[in-house]
């Protein structure tokens, strides 16, 4: 007899008497079938583990820090003053960095968005919470952001005058539901053609982040805050949970 | 306020398949993987972030079970990626390349932080004479990165056979049963989970495979 079938086999493992007197005979016979039968037997007991436990949120930061190094955590620096002691960014290639950076694709844009709470986290901050929008700052624009296609409330958004060319946008966001998967929010341009990924609400609903003021000014105004599955796909999922307008 | 659509994606962002739905990842993971793994060892940094997310839970719960302590477990994490992405150039690309390669590097990791704690041990020793127990440094159960590897392949099945796998396997219901509870034919929840337990038998060959 020709070798049994790999899912009766399985069959064999897992309700033996569903499978036919012949195929049973032919692998008492037959050391390749039951070396088959012995490793799918050891699949077999190797289920049952509990769900994987994931890491918490800012071990992600922490380690796109250390792997990518300060040039990256550089490149995303806020220009407040925080660059670590002894690692001093000449603000020409801080901007020479800044500026490919927005125009690269949406993952590499959230990877150096993640690296920016990693600068912050290496030299030593102990609250690794969003950037608090400057004090001194004047509130730009601000939105409610609200359910798609209803006016259910999601939380608020600012965009604070950071420094000449950069501004600060907060979301507040509240009521995003529990759909599994993780929260990214984006800009979307009004004319409905261009988006670029701002980073992910890694911590809570609430996020902070930096953005050049000529992006706003090009008409990225839409926020949008969308629930994206862990698939390594980095465009926007489809599936947007809050909007609201900079105006 | 008027609703803008999301803007059409005019070309992929990566010359990768973009893995979709549930339907997708079951049947060409590989391809996508491969290509990650390509992008990893070229120095991409986005592709850090990807093999981060997509395995990160599966390094950290191997190190959380074999040192059962949170803070550990989070460090070893940590050194596995950086020394991952360190020595990037040191992988083989393929379909199957990062859980084998990652356990591995884990285990490394692991063992280290178990000689730091037994370092710890004798240096409390000396002080107080406590005999160092299996508990403190822990014990390894050779099964556990296959045990942790199948759970995340069963994790990543389309449906319906990741709830047919699930309640087989974790909930121990009779075939009868699942096929009650979710309204499928009988011979269609048996041939799923055979060829779940077989799809599970290539994955792990697969990984051994790779970690060689």
């Known amino acids: 007899m020709a070798h049994a079938d790999i899912d009766d086999l399985a069959a064999l493992v897992i309700e033996p008497a569903d499978v036919p007197g012949p195929v049973r005979r032919h692998v008492g016979a037959c050391e390749r079938c039951s070396a088959t039968v012995e490793a799918l037997s050891t699949t077999r007991g190797a289920l049952g583990a509990d769900p994987l436990v994931a890491p918490p949120p800012e071990l992600r930061a922490r380690v796109m820090a250390e792997a990518l190094g300060p040039s990256t955590a550089a490149a995303t620096e806020t220009g407040t003053g925080e660059t670590p002691p002894g690692d001093p960014v000449p603000l020409a290639s801080r901007h020479r960095g800044g500026v490919p950076l927005w125009l690269a694709s949406a993952a590499a844009v959230t990877a150096l968005v993640a690296g920016l709470g990693v600068g912050r986290m290496s030299v030593g901050e102990p609250e690794a919470a969003p ?53 990214e929010v984006w800009l979307i341009n009004v004319d409905g053609e261009r988006m670029v990924a701002l980073g992910i609400l890694a911590r809570s609903d609430n996020g902070t982040f930096e953005v050049p003021r000529r992006l706003i000014e090009d008409g990225y105004r839409i926020v949008d805050i969308s629930v994206e599955p862990d698939d390594g796909d980095p465009t926007h999922s489809g599936v947007s949970l809050a909007r609201g307008e900079l105006v | 306020m008027t609703i803008i659509g999301l803007p059409a994606r005019t070309r992929p962002r990566y010359g990768v398949a973009v893995v979709g739905g549930a339907a997708a990842l079951e049947d060409a993971p590989e391809e996508s993987v491969e290509a990650l793994a390509v992008r990893f060892r070229a120095g991409h940094e986005a592709a850090l972030g990807e093999v981060y997310d997509r395995w990160s839970s599966l390094v950290h719960s191997y190190a959380l079970r074999a040192l059962q302590d949170t803070q550990d477990a989070e460090d070893v994490t940590q050194h596995v990626f950086v020394a991952a992405w360190q020595g990037r150039e040191k992988m083989t690309p393929g379909p199957h390349t990062f859980p084998a390669w990652l356990i591995g590097i884990a285990r490394h990791k692991i063992s280290d932080a178990r000689a730091a704690r037994a370092r710890d041990v004798r240096r409390i020793e000396a002080v107080a ?16 990165p296959d045990r942790l590897v199948v759970r995340q392949a069963v994790d990543e099945m389309g449906e319906p056979r990741r709830t047919i796998m699930l309640l087989a396997f974790w909930q121990d219901l009779t075939h009868v049963d699942i096929a009650a509870t979710t309204g499928l034919p009988l011979g269609t929840v048996k041939s799923h989970v055979r060829r779940g337990l077989t799809q599970l038998h290539h994955t792990l060959e697969e990984v051994r495979h790779g970690s060689r």
Do not use: F, I, K, Q
């Open chain 1, 131 to 183: 950037v608090e929008p400057e004090p001194t700052g004047a509130v730009l624009a601000a939105t409610p952001l609200t359910a798609l296609g209803s006016d259910a409330p999601r939380g608020a958004v600012e965009a604070v005058n950071a420094s000449d060319d950069v501004v600060t946008v907060s979301v507040r966001a509240t009521e995003l539901g529990d759909e599994p998967g993780y929260h």
């Open chain 2, 129 to 144: 004479a406590v005999t160092p127990s299996a508990e403190v440094v822990g014990t390894e159960d050779v099964m556990e």
